[in-house]
């Protein structure tokens, strides 16, 4: 199995203007899910759920302060943001947001929240199901979604290389990624560190968190 270098792990969590930031989530994690069949519906759960069991974190049926604290959006066009009832008041930014995901011509997009101890009290993830996504098994989409929203990953994170990879035609977590989120979760670290030397303490448990 690969195992990180303390480089590529610091890597995952320094974003593209060089700042270093790791947090995971502080509360259990209440799923909700817009734009979607019943059944679509039930494979993110369940990748929510898988993740939780990897990692040692919690689900729950509501959040005290928002009710449900991981809000997923299916749509077509950027456009259906600003009329979907309420969004604005969770995301007072709504309208700039729109015209930036469409200049960029983006297909998916994460905004997270974060309590006094940085550690995430919410996520909101928007995907846009343009041609490519469209074409991406549901389970292997779910999963891919979930892994980006069960910890502060870099913005650039992902950019080269999925999380992800395909045996006998299904996608699974690749081991190294599992093993990192395994470590992100140990309840002697910090739920956030701005400090690179973060990455030292994740990845000399990487291996360690089965």
């Not at 997009?109 to 974060?114: A, L, P, V």
């Not at 041609?131 to 892994?147: G, Y």
């Amino acid at each position: 199995m690969t195992t990180l270098t303390p480089d590529a792990v610091a890597a995952l969590f320094t974003r593209a203007d060089g700042q270093f930031l790791f947090a995971r989530w502080g509360r259990p994690i209440v799923p909700v899910v817009f734009g979607v069949t019943d059944a679509t519906v039930a494979v993110l759960k369940g990748a929510v759920e898988a993740l939780c069991v990897l990692s040692g974190h919690r689900m729950a049926e509501t959040d005290p302060e928002l009710g449900a604290n991981l809000m997923v959006f299916f749509l077509r066009d950027w456009e259906e943001l600003p009329e979907t009832p309420n969004l604005d008041r969770l995301i007072p930014e709504l309208g700039p947001l729109v015209a930036r995901l469409k200049t960029a011509d983006a297909n998916q997009y994460r905004i997270f929240r974060f309590d006094e101890t940085g550690a995430i009290r919410a996520c909101f993830a928007f995907i846009r199901m343009d041609a490519h996504l469209s074409d991406v098994p549901a389970e292997t989409l779910a999963l891919s979604q979930m892994v980006q929203a069960i910890l502060l990953w870099s913005d650039t994170a992902f950019a080269g290389a999925s999380p992800l990879v395909v045996i006998d035609g299904t996608a699974v977590l690749r081991p190294e990624i599992a093993d990192l989120i395994r470590a992100g979760y140990d309840p002697v670290l910090p739920a956030m560190d701005r400090d690179p030397a973060h990455a030292l303490r994740l990845a000399a448990r990487l291996g360690r968190m089965q």
